[in-house]
């Protein structure tokens, strides 16, 4: 629980930063993909230009490139999550507290709804006609697929924040903290290929929340369970496999217990 937390600076100076570098990331990625519905808008052209707006290749990098930036930004503020999910794996590691992880996600649900009101105020004119941003289960793909979508690109993700800012891999490898952000921002961008056309890509329960709440339509709500649900499934995969498996924390645990029964 770590109450103390709640007395000092350095916890709220955290939540801040966690708020402040949501917001920047929704106010990026969801005017990125606005931007780039309305200049493919086959109203608008006609011709069908295949070059018309930045594609999903650009939709793609916008997301994992905010990701870099801001972890970057973040990392020695907050641990840079910017995610509910990264921060629940982060908990479930026993490396954040349970009080700064609740916070955490309260800050980011609330950067992302004001990252979002954000894109809504300077894309006033198309926010609402392009869907906001909003992440959906796109046709032709069921609820299961969808799921799976989402769990395994948190996943993906969560693994390579574990991987990246892993302790005993940082002692070895002094430049490991410097590139942190790197992996993690290529994480982003490489599952957002690969999910953009089956869920839009949520991967961050926050991401997906702002853009419901702001839009709050009916196609944005209808199975936004998938991208909490999903999400944090994939980021307690994660957990286990880097913790328990990878660092063999079972059997590291198994011995200990072992060890301490045999000196009773």
Not at 69 to 74: I, K
Not at 94 to 104: D, N, Q, W
Not at 130 to 143: D, F, I, M, N, P
Request: charged content about 10%.
């Amino acid at each position: 629980m770590d109450p103390k937390e709640l007395g000092k600076w350095s916890f709220y100076r955290a939540l801040i930063a966690e708020f402040v570098a949501t917001l920047l990331f929704l106010y990026i990625g969801v005017t990125t993909v606005i931007g780039y519905k309305h200049q493919s808008d086959p109203n608008l052209n006609p011709a069908g230009d295949p070059c018309g707006g930045v594609g999903l290749l650009g939709i793609s990098w916008a997301f994992g490139g905010m990701i870099f930036v801001l972890v970057y930004c973040t990392g020695g503020i907050s641990g840079g999550h910017i995610n509910p999910a990264v921060t629940f794996g982060l908990l479930l590691a026993r490396k954040v507290s349970l009080i700064r992880a609740v916070m955490y996600m309260v800050a980011q649900c609330l950067g992302a709804i004001s990252g979002v009101g954000l894109a809504k105020a300077f894309q006033k004119a198309y926010f609402v006609r392009y869907g906001g941003g909003a992440t959906e289960l796109q046709a032709g793909h069921s609820v299961g697929v969808g799921l799976a979508a989402e769990i395994i690109g948190t996943f993906v993700l969560v693994y390579t924040v574990f991987s990246a800012t892993d302790p005993k891999r940082s002692a070895r490898d002094s430049h490991v903290p410097v590139l942190a952000p790197l992996p993690i921002g290529f994480a982003v961008f490489m599952v957002h290929l690969a999910t953009i056309p089956i869920t839009g890509t949520g991967i961050n329960p926050a991401r997906s929340f702002g853009s419901a709440v702001i839009l709050n339509r009916h196609e944005a709500w209808h199975y936004h369970w998938i991208y909490w649900v999903g999400p944090f499934v994939g980021a307690a995969i994660a957990a286990f496999y880097h913790q328990y498996i990878l660092r063999a924390g079972a059997a590291k645990a198994i011995i200990s217990f072992k060890n301490s029964n045999a000196h009773v």
